[in-house]
């Protein structure tokens, strides 16, 4: 629900809305129009009133959506970066920053902290109102850049003087519970924040740079963590086969992609799928971003020694039905996935890998035998995340090269370009969405892999009537979903695609 009076609503004080559950939604013309929250008393109208000295015009409103236009108005005023750098002249002491932090720290509510407090709240709360994945504060010689990494695409959200910035990354540091003189090597931390009713987790890094402390603040909505596998908007044939996956007893169900791409994601709506009470559910992760109840999840702890190998290990004396490794990233834990997996568990973890069936040889580098592998896996999903079209402003565009390159030269469809209005920040786009490519590992398969047949030979195979990465982008430009841009630069193609399914392809992404 959008607002016509964002800077009107801030005259009622956040506290006072969110506790008595009233909020100003337009303050123009000769009375005043109020949201009141379902359940709330009406007596605080009066002082709203009060305050106001004008008539009321009062509109009820669900407890979600208020919950969810009180995040929107507070959220709106951004990074007032002028004003809060003019007034750290008065307050640059660090004393103000080393103080006592509760659990979960509401961003809206701290109106009257110091001003570097305001401002890296207000770099949290524009970067969440944003959608932003990331946010990354970068010190130079000339001045403090924020950037904002929205939709996989990073964008520059304020450029602040270079001074405040060990006063910013100290603050940082105070909020992730780390340590401020430490200055020589990275660190890593969390903080638990909200905005209204809305929950964020923020993990920070710190890593020593020429010009400063370097920070990345990567934001978990914790509402996208519980994300089922209808809404990640897989193909109907995906779906099912990955579902499929699922239900099998025993084996290997690996999800492959560079960082970002939302493998995380899918394997948490998997495992959502499967936690119906009748299975005992354990994870290992580094870290676990997203807490799911019914779960018992563990993190890994390197300097401990608390590694995915141990703790898969360890995991196992534990009684499990399904097994979820972060990622397979060393020999150890993929030997014993595979004997977990020959043991009757069915494991579930991510492989950094360009493409589905890459998957198979870079399992086989580990020193997997290949017959052991033919056993064991049973689905090697692939995806990447595209830029979705704004709906609200794309325009058709004339057939150009690079859609002939991407599409063919025979493709006589519709395609689009991204133009940017207000509703999509005059980007073009607006949220994203998943591409994908599901290998199952049949009978001809598993005889190849037994046979350590190449890369190649597995491809030809697996996509003869499966789609590839790069037609499913295809069909997103096709379905007017995407542009052929976005196509190109998530599933690059080598060449001009054929009909339904290419033989090879090269995945390439950075999101």
């Known amino acids: 629900m959008t607002t016509d009076a964002t800077r009107g609503a801030t005259r009622l004080p956040y506290a006072f809305a969110k506790q008595h559950g ?56 951004g990074l007032d970066g002028a004003g809060t750098v003019d007034a750290l002249d008065a307050h ?182 499967l936690n119906d009470g009748s299975r005992n559910i354990l994870t290992v992760e580094d870290p676990v971003e997203y807490a799911i109840d019914g779960v018992g999840q563990t993190q890994v702890n390197t300097k401990v020694g608390m590694t995915f190998a141990a703790g898969l290990r360890a995991i196992l004396r534990q009684d499990p039905d399904v097994v979820m490794v972060g990622e397979i990233r060393d020999p150890e834990t993929a030997q014993i996935a595979v004997q977990a997996s020959l043991t009757g568990h069915l494991v579930l973890s991510t492989v950094h890998t360009n493409n589905a069936v890459g998957a198979i040889t870079r399992l086989r580098d580990m020193g997997m035998e290949p017959f052991l592998l033919a056993s064991t896996v049973r689905l090697v999903l692939a995806q990447r995340l595209v830029r979705r079209l704004c709906p609200h402003c794309r325009a058709l565009r004339e057939p150009d090269a690079l859609g002939r390159q991407v599409m063919g030269a025979g493709y006589a469809g519709p395609m689009y370009r991204a133009v940017g209005c207000p509703r999509c920040n005059h980007i073009g786009y607006a949220g994203r969405l998943g591409i994908y490519e599901a290998v199952v590992i049949d009978d001809t398969l598993r005889r190849l892999i037994g046979e350590n047949a190449d890369e190649d030979a597995l491809a030809r195979a697996a996509f003869a009537r499966a789609g590839t990465l790069a037609a499913s982008a295809r069909a997103a430009v096709a379905a007017g979903d995407t542009t052929p841009e976005e196509a190109l630069r998530v599933a690059r193609q080598e060449d001009a695609p054929p009909a339904p399914a290419l033989k090879e392809h090269e995945g390439d992404a950075r999101v």
Do not use: C, W
């Not at 990354?136 to 000339?142: K, L, R, V, Y």
């Not at 999800?255 to 970002?260: D, H, N």
């Open 92 to 273: 640059g002491s660090l004393d103000s920053l080393v103080e006592d932090l509760p659990a979960t720290a509401d961003l809206l509510e701290a109106q009257d902290d110091a001003p570097v407090i305001r401002l890296i709240n207000g770099i949290i709360a524009e970067g969440a109102r944003a959608g932003a994945s990331d946010i990354h504060i970068e010190p130079f010689e000339s001045a403090l850049r924020v950037r904002l990494r929205v939709d996989g695409v990073m964008r520059e959200a304020a450029s602040l003087p270079s001074r405040i910035a060990p006063l910013l990354v100290s603050r940082v540091k105070v909020m992730a519970r780390l340590d401020i003189a430490e200055k020589r090597v990275p660190q890593d931390g969390r903080i638990s924040v909200a905005m209204g009713a809305k929950a964020l987790d923020v993990r920070v890094s710190t890593l020593p740079a020429r010009g400063g402390e370097r920070v990345v603040l990567r934001i978990l909505d914790k509402d996208q963590g519980t994300l089922t596998l209808e809404q990640l908007g897989m193909p109907p044939a995906v779906n099912a086969a990955f579902g499929k996956a699922l239900q099998v007893p025993n084996g290997i169900v690996l999800v492959t992609g560079p960082t970002g791409s939302g493998k995380t994601t899918t394997l948490y709506a998997g495992l959502a799928s």
């Open 22 to 77: 009233v909020l100003l939604l337009a303050g123009t013309g000769d009375d005043a129009r109020v949201g009141l929250r379902e359940g709330a008393s009406a007596t605080a109208l009066l002082e709203v009133r009060r305050v106001l000295g004008r008539p009321l015009q009062v509109q009820p409103l669900p407890r979600q959506v208020f919950d969810r236009t009180l995040s929107e108005v507070y959220a709106d005023a």
